[in-house]
Structures are given as C-alpha cells and as structure tokens.
C-alpha cells in the first residue's frame, strides 16, 4: 500500500496531452504542503480537473512528474494510489447499486451507523430518508433519479467515510443552490482542515483559507498567491 506519512503533494514541471497534437499543460509546478490546501482557479478548460486526473493517475504525465511524500506516483499501484485519496468530483459518478453501497464504497466494512452519519454531514440524509427504500434505494438505472447536486453529495459522504490522507475536490457550483453550496462548503472546510488538499474552485470567495491559489489560463499558472493577495 501507498503510505502516506506526511501528504505532501509535488507537481514538478507537469507536461501533459491527452491526444498528442494537442498539448494541455505546459510545465505545471506547485507544492500542497502537508494538511495544507491549494485551491485552483481558472476558465473552462484551462486543465484544472486534468490536474485531479493526473494526481490520482487516470493518465500518465508527459513530462515532468507528480510525487506523493517524494515517492514519484508511477511507482506505487492505481489501487494503492486511490485507496489514499478521496474524490468528490464535478461530476459525479456513481454505482449502479444502493445508495448505502455508494456512500460505503472505498470503507469496506463501514457499519450502518457510519454510513447514516457521513449522509448527515454531507447534508443528504433527509433527502435519502424520505425515499421509501431509504438507504437500500437503487441509484442509477430503474432507480431514483438524483440531481447533480445530490449525486455530488452522495460523493462527499463517501469522502467523508474513507477519511483519506489526501482530498481532492472539484467544485461543481452549478450543481448546488446557495444554501446547499454554503452548507457544504462548511463540511468541506472541516474535512480539509489538516489533510492535503487540492481544491478547484469557481469562486475565489470559497477559497479564502487556501494555502496557496492557483490561477490557470490554458494550461499554465499565470498568477499564484494568498486570497489576501489575488
Ligand atoms: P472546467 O472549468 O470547464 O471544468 P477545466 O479547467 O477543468 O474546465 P479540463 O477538464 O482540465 O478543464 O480540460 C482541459 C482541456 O483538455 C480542455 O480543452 C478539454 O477539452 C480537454 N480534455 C479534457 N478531457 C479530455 C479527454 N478525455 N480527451 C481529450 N481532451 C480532453
Ligand atoms: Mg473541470
């Protein structure tokens, strides 16, 4: 297993394309300190969510490289890799299975009880309550539709559960009303504080504790600095 004694979190002159004639990222660095969170900012499509891919190796980086604790992440296992991260992503994908297999999964073991309170603290434990099948409700096909906003907060919950060393969260706000969005962001600044976080963010406003901020623009840093400073 990958040990994770510190989390710090090492992008070094990350160069990376998904199709070859098209270059996304053009020589990235930056440090998340350990427990410290850096917050990334940026327009559409500038390779924020590609730095999320590449840290938890859905692709391979090329050039440069991203370590973990100053081990290089080709050298571990995807499995090891992923068991010590956990995800809350733009867009949520879940199982087709129960809500209760979604929320446990990455925490074999997890009791009903643990399940039920990561629910409470992602905010979604009413809604899965009133469902006539509560937590055995099916997700996905011929089960409940949920809302993006909910699916990304059936996600929290599941982050909330495995309690990794390191986070990463990439903020879908368009998923979430003002009240859901203020009330999440509560439970998230709880679950980063002290543990490696990468955030990426639409707003500068949620990144006010951030260690350091990012600002992307097609594939670079262009800027980078405190809340205070930006
Ligand atoms: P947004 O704020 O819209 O989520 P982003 O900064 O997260 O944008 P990325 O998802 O990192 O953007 O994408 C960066 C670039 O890589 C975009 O131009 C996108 O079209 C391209 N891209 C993303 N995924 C793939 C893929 N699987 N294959 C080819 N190109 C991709
Ligand atoms: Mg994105």
Redesign the pocket.
Known sequence: ALKVPRGEVVFDNVIFA??PARP?LHGVSFRIPPGGTVAVV?G???????LARLLLRFYEVGGGSVSIDGQDIRSVSSHSLREAIGVVP?EALLFNDTIAFNIGYGRSGAGMDEIIAAAKAAHIHDLIDSLPLKYDTPVGERGVMLSGGEKQRIALARAILKNPPLLIFDEATSALDTASEQAIQKELDQLSANRTTLV?AHRLSTVVDATEILV?ERGRIIERGTHARL
Do not use: A, D, L, V
């Open positions: 998904y199709e996304i940026g559409s499509g500038s390779g924020k969510s590609t733009q990426i992307m």
